[in-house]
């Protein structure tokens, strides 16, 4: 079947940098979603990766390995509105896409 | 109103009841969907409608009825649900179905069965 895990729930301090890990098992690749959803918020795009590497936007930075079947999302400098959660998914073979359940990100100041 | 807007935002309903969901983009995308996203659990793809027609139905229960009158609106029609189908509803649209498009979601309708 397909999958994608990613951790439940994070917790990190304002001003400092946090990775949320995404590691997926699916039936082809066509690219790799990151995206931001704030509790009773539509999830907001932040990233797409469909080659290795690295992609930087601003303080969001996402990686992706497809040999491994691997992808993180670096955040900097973390912000009190950070608070969120991530959404990770990938596009299947079938262009279908299937999403992970989500990494809860809790700031402290 | 920009992006995609979804109507009503909170609604709740006993089993009996029939209601609908409205979802409306404002980016002249060609493709619209449906999710359920239930806490903790990833987001379910329901329905697909690509050009008004529908292109995808993932097994999704009889009464849940989808309807794509243009491309720009989207309902979920709801009748006889059971306290499980309470979660939050997304619409979401895209430029095509498929390829490297991104899909942009509404806020969601948080529904309660009761």
């Known amino acids: ?109 | 109103e920009t992006g995609v807007t979804q109507t009503p935002r909170h609604l709740v309903m006993g089993m009996t009841n029939k209601k609908s969901l409205k979802c409306e983009q404002h980016l002249g995308h060609n493709a619209m969907y449906w999710y359920k996203q239930s806490a903790k659990k990833p987001l379910e793809l329901m329905f697909v409608y690509s050009l008004e027609e529908r292109v995808e139905n993932n097994s999704v229960p009889s009464r849940f009825s989808p309807e794509c009158p243009n491309s720009s609106h989207l309902f979920l029609h709801l009748h006889t649900l059971q306290p499980e189908d309470s979660a939050l509803y997304l619409c979401a649209s895209s430029q095509e179905r498929g390829g490297a498009d991104t899909q942009y979601f509404g806020p969601g309708t948080r529904l309660t069965v009761l």
């Open chain 1, 1 to 109: 079947g397909q999958n994608i895990d990613q951790p439940t729930e994070m917790t990190a301090t304002e001003g400092a940098i946090v990775q949320i890990n995404c590691t997926y098992q699916t039936s082809g690749f066509n690219g790799l979603f990151w995206y931001q959803q704030h509790a009773g918020e539509a999830p907001t795009f932040l990233s797409y990766n469909v080659l290795d590497g690295l992609e930087e936007k601003g303080r969001f930075s996402s990686f992706l390995s497809r040999s491994k079947g691997y992808s993180y999302l670096l955040l900097k400098e973390l912000q009190m509105k950070d608070s969120a959660s991530y959404l990770c998914a990938v596009r299947d073979s079938n262009y279908q896409l299937i999403w992970g359940a989500g990494t809860k990100l809790i700031i402290k100041p």
